[in-house]
């Protein structure tokens, strides 16, 4: 028996077991800076097609899926030609000529926003 061991009756470990906490990987490669494409994931284990942000992969308009490897194709017919204003207190829903869109919610936004809607096919 080892006088570092937790006593099982109480619980309570020694004074001399410590915690360390881990940080996550930060996936640099190379001169590779946070905001390019590259690495990414817990583990750094996913290639960003997009821009890294943390174990984030950010994608571009109209590239799609977690690593943002598929490319959509533009719907303009279910896209919404014009930006619409979105204000703090009150639901909006911008819409396309066929009915396709977003309904914003009052107080979904902090501030008013112009918004639009692009629809791809993936």
Excluded at 19 to 37: E, H, I, Y
Excluded at 68 to 97: H, L, Y
Excluded at 98 to 116: I, K, Y
Aim: one cysteine or more; hydrophobic letters at 30%; proline letters at 7%.
């Amino acid at each position: 028996s080892f006088d570092d061991e937790v006593d099982v009756e109480t619980g309570e470990a020694p004074d001399s077991i410590f915690a360390v906490s881990l940080q996550p990987p930060t996936c640099t490669s190379g001169n590779m800076a946070l905001g390019s494409s590259g690495p990414f994931g817990p583990k750094c284990e996913y290639t960003c097609n997009g821009v890294r942000s943390g174990p984030e992969c950010l994608c571009a308009p109209g590239r799609f899926g977690y690593d943002c490897s598929q490319r959509g194709v533009f719907d303009p017919t279910n896209s919404a030609k014009n930006a619409t204003a979105v204000e703090t207190d009150e639901q909006v829903v911008v819409t396309s000529a066929t009915g396709t869109g977003v309904t914003f919610p009052a107080g979904s936004v902090m501030r008013t926003l112009a918004m639009s809607v692009a629809s791809y096919t993936v």
